[in-house]
């Protein structure tokens, strides 16, 4: 892009740009990042036994500060930048909320955001990810979804009707190929559906109105090892690394470090409102940057839709984080269930994608499934360093390959 292509861009009128290519990619990414990880905010607030001020403190802060980091991002760079915050990492939470109070995951979150902040200042993003095998990361993540998968399944099975029309629109959807993206479609049907059969309680549809405060974060070792090391790992690899790959992929001019730095400045700023992160969306990022959302230089403002469909989500999270916990549980392990099925999926596929580490992938697998603490150290911690120990000091020759072929590629 030549200089006077470049003051162009920057004269251009954003809402000129807006088309109903973008709008759509932007508005069907929004509903992406609501659904589901709103679904899994609840059920891990549950797994904590948070209160009710506490949850929508949680909802109000991701989804806020993600939709500004969603809206200032692609307006400054021109690119779509979705932000929003880690349907994986809210995963990993899920199983860890019941061993940390509330103020020690918030300690928690800021050292997090902090990691990824000096990463980014560092340019250590690529090294980082080199260090750890992703198919190792892959494999943590893909034991901890596990059981939310199995539950998917029994969910099915309890709420029936709901499940099976769910899962059939799903399936419909998958095959036809068509814009609307089979998750979104599966959810909306099974919403319908569960109006019709199974009506809520609308008397439990009302909650007064939570002024967000600055909350105070307890700081120790135990949550570092188990939380903030894991949670930055899992944000820079599901989140951060597909999102930069799908901005490379569509030939935009990605500002690699400064994403990585801003995703945790913004993490650290949504930490202490009682949120884990706000960063760069991962599958979002790739619906907006796609060339479905319309011409190239247009593609950013689907990004700026998204950011403010959840900056209003989260701005009214008081009101409709009630509504949404008037859902049977059923139903939300389905939502949650579609949500993961994808990023499950794709963690099994690249767990055991290179057959020479395959063993270490399954020893990080079953440890993370196992849900074991040892010393106070949780799991996926356990399923990183043990798995990451194997494939480098065990199956070492593939290991060494692997880095040989990083080391062309760069």
Known sequence: MNSSQENHKWRRNPYKDLNHKNIAAGIVAGIFIITGPSALILESSSNGNFTMAQTVLWIFAVYVFGGLFGIILPLYYRIPIVGGHSLTGVAFLATMTSQFTFNELIGAYIVSGILMLLIGLQGFFSKLMNFVPKEIISAMLAGMITKYMVNFIISINQLLIVGFLSLVTFFIFSRWRTKIPPVIAAIVIGFIVLMLFYPLNSGEWSSGGIIPQIQVPEFNKVSFLSISIPLALIILSNDAAVAVGALEQNNFRTPVNKIITLSGLFSIITSFFGGQSANIAGMATVICSDEEAGPKEKRYMGAVVTGILLLVFGIFSW???????????????????FSLL??????????????????????AFIIALSNITILNVSAPVWSLLVGAFIARYIETDAMKNMEKKGKKTA
């Open 319 to 337: 009101k409709l984080v009630p509504l949404i916990q008037a859902l049977p549980k059923e139903f939300i392990s389905i939502i949650v269930g």
């Open 342 to 363: 994808s990023v499950f999926s794709n963690s099994l596929h690249q767990s055991f994608s290179r057959h020479s580490i395959k063993i270490s992938a399954a020893f």
